[in-house]
């Protein structure tokens, strides 16, 4: 099967559930990327600048854990700002490692901070970290591995599957390794949901595209103007959802298949999981990581947290 038959079946699973979901990895074409960058630029969007400033301010501290001689192996394709601060300042790093399955933009973000810097040997993995992978060979032998996982990206997975994806970065981490990862904390509901809810519809914007994506790429016939953004934090859950929620009753076609959407109907397509430091710790101790360092914000918007194996 192609991987574009894989993807149809996926999403067709997916819309076959009572509670109909699209993953968030969808999101992502050219233009759904362009328009994360858009959300990370929002006045109400606090979590990107907020994680920057807790690296930049915490810097020094940062590089004196990680060590010498470490190899850097970033979940995701790392073309990000915060990358760079962790480059720039690390100290003789064995390799950097950026992990992610979409290769052409992988390779290309790859050469990018190759041509950057020079002296960092740059070795890209295409694989799907949420399962194990095989690490390359650095010319310089590693004395520690850091996993790096920024964004608060671990809020896309429910409970379960953060505490799979972060069993698989204990394991790529090894003996003597640490995971440096950006985690969004859990606050008053109002700040998170305007986050999501944004005064220029850029977040609505974000959430349709994924329909577009879909009728582009995948053969889908989506009417874009009977779906609205809606998106809203679960304190129970400690979770934000986003959801496009039908304005009529209507079929959608994909491929061969029909889709029955009723008016009122929604399609989930993302949760955005908030943690407490307590939570947190927890999850990540059974793991296999102990939370050594947790720099923050002044107002505990957000969490840049080291953890090491145990
Ligand atoms: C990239 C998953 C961290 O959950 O805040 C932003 C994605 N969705 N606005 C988040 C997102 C809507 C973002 N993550």
Redesign the pocket.
């Given at each position: 099967m192609s991987q574009r038959a894989k993807k149809i079946d996926e999403i067709l699973d997916g819309l076959s559930q009572p509670e109909k979901r699209v993953s968030?990895k969808y999101f992502y074409d050219e233009r759904g990327s362009q328009l994360?960058d858009a959300?990370t630029q929002l006045p109400e969007?606090y979590?990107t600048g907020t994680e920057i400033s807790i690296m930049r301010s915490n810097i020094s501290e940062i590089v004196e854990l990680v060590g010498t001689q470490a190899s850097l192996i970033e979940f995701g394709s790392g073309s990000s700002l915060k990358t760079r601060i962790l480059l720039e300042h690390l100290n003789e790093l064995a390799a950097y490692v950026p992990v992610d399955i979409s290769e052409e933009h992988l390779l290309a973000s790859a050469r990018k901070i190759g041509s950057e810097f020079p002296e960092i040997e740059v070795l890209p993995v295409v694989a799907d970290f949420t399962q194990e992978f095989e690490l390359p060979k650095p010319a310089v032998m590693p004395l520690r591995n850091i996993v790096y996982f920024p964004?608060?990206?671990i809020?896309?997975f429910t409970n379960d599957t953060a505490l799979e994806l972060l069993k698989v970065m204990r394991h790529e981490a090894k003996e003597n390794g640490a995971l440096l990862i950006g985690v969004?904390l859990q606050k008053d509901p109002a700040v998170i949901e305007n986050a999501?809810n944004d005064s220029a519809g850029v977040?609505a914007a974000?959430n349709v595209n994924m329909l577009r994506h879909l009728n582009r790429d995948y053969g889908a016939d989506f009417d874009l103007e009977t779906f609205s953004h809606d998106a809203r934090y679960d304190p129970d859950e400690g979770r934000?959802v986003?959801r496009l929620v039908s304005a009529k009753d209507q079929v959608v076609r994909l491929g061969d298949a029909e889709i029955d959407i009723a008016e009122g109907e929604a399609i989930l397509t993302?949760y955005?999981h908030k943690y407490t430091l307590e939570g947190f710790a927890a999850m990540a101790e059974q793991a296999g990581f102990r939370v050594t360092k947790v720099w923050t914000d002044p107002e505990r918007l957000f969490s840049v947290q080291y953890l090491v194996a145990t």
């Open positions: 968030p994360f959300i969007y979590l964004g608060s990206t809020g896309n969004d999501y977040t974000f934000v986003l993302e955005s």
